[in-house]
């Protein structure tokens, strides 16, 4: 199967191939295979090969609704036994994970043959794909620019058409944004959807999900299928839907009321074209029947910002000692970015992390009570178009700097000196809105109805009530048959100097 003829299909559509004989396992991943040799020199998207493993997959019996369809994971938090989990970092790039994480589990068990691993910023926490240890991934539609972060490595391969989905996970926006940068439909399940273990009975009091990037609504549907479901061990058993996300998904949505709005919940500033993104949404979807009308959701995403990030900070700190007690490594083993963060969250006091999660109960309130008058909320995914490869690399004096404060233990000092607002701005600016769906516990998904003028993609966002999972798809699929993108490709390029 050569690659115009592999591209033309979704999962679903490999799966169906293989299915009925057209095609087997092998011929596909092959396929994967040489368009990852082809683009992978510009775009660096995965970082652990499994090519002979999956290719002895490949030969076994599969079974499941993606029997045979080649496959990515993302190398933070999406274990591999016998594969390292390197979650962007140095220090763990040679440790390898015992057992599989239960995602990758429901992976396996819908037939998925995975083949590698994907690229991440260091412990997913920048909405960029650039960690030292592994170099930068590149955006297939234009490789100046990123992919967006932490799956975009994941995104990258999807768009540039190794894979027809990826591996993902969100706790700030992780699945969303990179969606958004690259074209492709990015769903972050609800709280407790799908679950965390074996490891984690839930990631960062549940705000983090797991789920993929594709490009095709009923490829993300089908895939929560496999994905979504209780953990027997797990923390809490969240009601499923009567019918399978994918049958929703096929279905006609009811006329809907959504509230849109574009400024930034920051009070940062908003490029135009997200701006105009969100416009051309509202326009689209008045043609279709919906209402749609400006809205504010009344919740103070300023504050969320900071209690977001107190808590990310003071995980980013977790994060760190555990590697450096399975590994035994030192500071070294770290970037600078991320020792600074981790400075940042062990001055956190038990005292003001619990405050800050116990206000997320307030935010959840507030948003529940726009969703009384609003079925969805609809902002632009990100505030600026894709950012320049390295444009958002921290400055040599501002490391420097960050040296002697580590060196000094000013970690606490900063924080309450009022560089928190500070902080907010420059980590949140560009993405200010995603994280009130992580915190709330909502589903949102960002869609692909827009490029810029220079050729660039630039998602939406709709944020939904808990359980909304299904009708955010089933609007997804309407918008898709209303403005198809599975065809649109990105352009030849040639290799990054």
Known sequence: MDYAEYRRFDAVGLAGLVA?????????????LSRLHTVEPTLNTVVYRLDERARARARE????????????????????????????????????????ALVVDRWLGAGLVIFGKTNTPEFGAKGITEP???????????PAHTPGGSSGGSAAAVAAGV???????????????????????????????????????????????????????????????????????????????????????????????IGFATESPLG?????????????????????GHHVEPAATGVDERGLAVDFLTMWFAGVAVEIRRARRLTGCGPEGFEMDTRLLAALGDSVRPSEYLASLERW??????????HETYDLLLTPTLAFPPARIGELTTPRVVRAAGRVLLAAHLGGVLRRAGVMDRIVDENLGRTPYTQLANLTGRPAISLPLYWTTTGLPLGVQFVAPLGGEGLLLSLAAELERARPWFDLQPPLWAPAA
């Open 132 to 142: 030292e240890v592994n170099g930068p991934t590149r955006n297939p539609w234009n």
């Open 61 to 100: 019996i599969l079974t499941g609704p993606f029997a045979g369809v080649p496959f990515l994971v993302k190398d933070l938090l999406q274990d591999v036994a016998g594969t390292p989990t390197g979650s962007g970092s140095r220090a763990l790039a040679a440790l390898p994970a015992e057992r599989n």
């Open 361 to 370: 109960n307030g935010y959840a309130r507030r948003l529940a009570v726009f």
């Open 163 to 257: 894979v027809p989905a990826a591996g993902a996970n969100d706790g700030g926006g992780s699945i969303r944004i990179p969606a958004a940068c690259c074209g492709l439909v990015g769903l972050k399940p609800g709280r407790g959807v799908v679950p965390s273990g074996p490891a984690f009975g839930e990631l960062l009091h549940g705000a983090v999900s797991h789920g993929v990037v594709t490009r095709t609504v009923r490829d993300t549907a089908a895939m929560l299928d496999v994905l979504a479901g209780p953990d027997p061990a797990g923390p809490y058993l969240v009601a499923m839907p009567e019918d399978s996300y994918s049958s929703v998904a096929s279905e006609e949505p009811r006329r809907l009321r």
């Open 20 to 32: 009925s004989g057209q095609v087997d396992a092998g011929e596909l991943l092959e396929a994967a």
């Open 268 to 288: 940062t500033p908003v490029d135009p074209a997200a701006v105009a993104a969100v416009a051309d949404a509202a326009t689209l979807l008045g043609e279709l």
